[in-house]
């Protein structure tokens, strides 16, 4: 059985809405883009920083690595935009 959400649920959800709107819009323009395993975290949880900092850095190490592997990151990595931020 389903429960309802909660107001801060609901509020949690509108606030992001239009992010969520506009994500679709910058995964199109984008070159390369990384989502973190961050599910299992509250939007509140400041204790936890530390700790998703570390989270982002070793998965967008592990994924650039990977990117920049593929045929799209090679193509990507010689245009000159790329140059000055991913040598």
Not at 12 to 36: G, Q
């Amino acid at each position: 059985r389903l429960s309802p959400p909660n107001l801060q649920d609901i509020q949690s959800r509108l606030m992001f809405l239009a992010d969520y709107n506009k994500e679709s819009f910058n995964d199109e323009m984008a070159d390369l883009t990384l989502r973190p395993p961050v599910k299992g975290y509250s939007i509140i949880e400041f204790d936890k920083f530390d700790e998703l900092v570390d989270i982002g850095f070793q998965y967008g190490q592990e994924q650039i690595r990977n990117w920049k592997a593929t045929p799209e990151g090679q193509a990507v990595m010689k245009s000159t935009r790329a140059k000055w931020f991913m040598a």
